[in-house]
């Protein structure tokens, strides 16, 4: 399933961009005065291959979470049980991303990939939040005493997150975002940034949900030991990803791939959201075309990915929470690029003159 969807992702569709460039030319708008979004709306008509591009409606969160041997190191200050406790917060509705979901009106879709405690479940409705069980693994194991994952289960992990893509896609879907939960989830990232960006862990590595300075420089120092031992090969994604990465990542990896082996636009939030799009860029180059940047982390490594990944993101709040809250914040900004397209008057139709 991997292989198939990889093959599956092509480059975007040069005529479609071009029409679209043509249209923003012709809109009754001073050329160039929506800024990043013209670019964004041409890349959205590439994507589609059709111009205009759909309106990105309905949009869908899918939350993976994971839980991390890496935090016996003591890399962050929460308790383990914290990831299955949000969890329980996501399906009763009560966490940042419900309310942001629902003010922008996206659905929410928890995926347990990897939660190490039994996550605490609320009442199934036929409305709200939904949970898909896929535990792979009750966490991984600690990165930096052997492999987080074996090759099988990061490869389980990504097939579980382009399975969660086709299904939201086949639901109606037309553009997704990525969420994650994830205690001690930061570290890994680190490292996957590291490892795909080939910068020093002191470059990749933050304080994630806000650790002090002892803590900053043990958390350096893990995700540092971590890729001496394994020396990860960037050109190996699944590699890399089993070694020094995590569930919640890998799944991630998976619903990227699979949103642009359809052609549906894949709105990325944090630092979780941009490691894992090094890997699925390293998997499939091409996937960048699919990937809209949501925001810019406040963690360092989000600015060397986005870097990498060519992506410049469309808001930047200092956010550092995580769980898709910066992509849904995002979301009203890529629909407004997508919009212009649909139903701003053209220069010709409305009869204003131009220069
Ligand atoms: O999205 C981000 O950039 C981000 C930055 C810092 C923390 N987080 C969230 O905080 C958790 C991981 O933080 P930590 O310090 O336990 O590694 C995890 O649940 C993430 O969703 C998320
Ligand atoms: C309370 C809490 C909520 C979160 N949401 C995403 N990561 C989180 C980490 C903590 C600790």
């Known amino acids: 399933m991997l292989e198939t ?4 992702i092509g480059p975007l569709d040069e005529p479609a961009m071009a029409a679209a460039r043509d249209l923003q ?11 990043a979004l013209e670019e964004l709306s041409v890349r959205l ?3 589609a291959g059709t111009c205009p591009p759909p309106l990105p409606e309905p949009a869908a969160v899918a939350i993976f979470a994971g839980d991390h041997g890496v935090h016996a190191q003591g890399v962050t200050p929460w308790p383990q049980e ?8 996501f399906l009763a509705g009560g966490a940042v991303v419900n309310a942001f979901a629902r003010q922008a009106g996206a659905s929410v879709t928890v995926v347990d990939v990897g939660v190490a405690t039994p996550p605490v479940t609320a009442p199934a409705a036929d409305t709200g939040p939904r949970l898909v069980e896929a535990n792979i693994r009750r966490g991984t194991r600690d990165m930096t005493v052997e492999a987080a994952l074996t090759r099988a289960e990061a490869r389980a992990a990504v097939e579980t997150g382009i399975r969660v ?3 939201l896609i086949d639901a109606g879907a037309g ?3 990525t969420g994650d939960m994830g205690i001690g989830n930061t570290t890994p990232a680190a490292a996957l940034v590291a490892a795909f960006g080939g910068v020093d862990p002191a470059e990749a590595t933050g304080r994630g949900t806000g650790v002090d300075d002892p803590t900053y420089r043990r958390k350096i120092e893990v995700v540092r030991a971590a890729l ?7 050109a190996d994604p699944l590699g890399v990803l089993a070694t020094v990465g995590g569930l919640e990542h890998a799944a991630l990896a998976g619903l990227i791939l699979g949103a642009a082996a359809r052609r549906v636009p894949v709105l990325l939030d944090g630092v979780i959201a941009v490691s894992a799009a090094l890997a699925a860029a390293a998997f499939a180059p091409h996937a960048t075309g699919a990937m809209v940047a949501g925001h810019r982390s406040a963690e360092p490594g989000a600015t060397v990915a986005l870097h990498r990944l060519g992506l410049t993101p469309l808001i930047d709040l200092g956010l550092r929470l995580g769980e898709g809250t910066g992509a849904l914040l995002a979301l009203p900004v890529v629909t407004g690029a997508v919009r212009v397209l649909h139903e701003v008057a053209t220069f010709d139709s409305a009869g204003v003159a131009e220069k």
């Open 45 to 47: 008509a590439g994507l």
């Open 5 to 8: 969807t990889i093959a599956a």
């Open 228 to 234: 001496r031992r394994h020396a990860p090969d960037p």
């Open 175 to 177: 553009i997704l975002l």
């Open 82 to 89: 914290v990831t299955a406790q949000m969890i329980g917060n």
């Open 165 to 167: 893509a086709g299904d």
């Open 25 to 35: 030319g012709r809109l009754t708008k001073p050329a160039g005065s929506l800024g």
